[in-house]
């Protein structure tokens, strides 16, 4: 999947993110939305640092995940500023100073790589958000292409996301999901 996305055409991929972004704060005023999880994307990702501005200007409270490779932890840190961002022993971006720490924002928006429309999904492998999750008591939500819905063969760890949002749909995954599932 990452080579298809990777493979999108710019122009293509960049009015869909536009739809998406759209989508998404739409979403966020419509709820009221006032403290946000959300990743400082990869070059193959979702551009997420066009929402993460306008959430900040908006006067929303932003965090992004910082992993503790060694004890398999993820925290979501306060976002204050580009300027602040370094990037960590994976080179993925984070805050400078990761010692404000929210880890029960009113809504985090979930990265991955395959999702169903129940909203299990296949990450990056590492299981940072499906243990996170766990204990996490907020709305979770993905922002993907509609060429990342597809079969998830769903574990037993796995913690699905409410709402999936693709460019031609929002999705209620967790209407989806029979009763045990949760």
């Not at 997420?48 to 965090?63: A, F, K, N």
Request: proline content about 3%.
């Amino acid at each position: 999947m990452i080579s298809v996305l990777s493979s999108m055409d710019e122009m293509s991929k960049n009015e869909k993110e536009d739809v998406l972004k759209e989508k998404l704060i739409a979403f966020i005023k419509e709820y009221d939305i006032r403290s946000i999880g959300i990743v400082l994307a990869m070059p193959h990702e979702l551009d997420t640092d066009g929402l993460i501005s306008w959430m900040v200007e908006s006067g929303r409270e932003v965090y992004t995940p910082v992993c503790d490779y060694r004890k398999k932890e993820m925290n979501f840190s306060r976002f204050i500023s580009f300027d602040d961002i370094v990037t960590d022993e994976k080179n993925l971006r984070v805050p400078s100073d990761g010692s404000d720490i929210n880890n029960q924002v009113e809504l985090i928006v979930v990265p991955g790589l395959v999702y169903s429309e129940a909203g299990y999904r296949i990450g990056y492998g590492g299981g940072f958000y499906d243990r996170f999750l766990k204990d996490y008591n907020g709305l979770k939500v993905s922002l993907l292409f509609d060429e990342q819905l597809g079969e998830v063969v769903q574990e037993p760890h796995d913690i699905a996301v409410d709402i999936l949002i693709t460019p031609e749909r929002t999705i209620d995954a967790k209407s989806r999901r029979t009763a045990n599932e949760k």
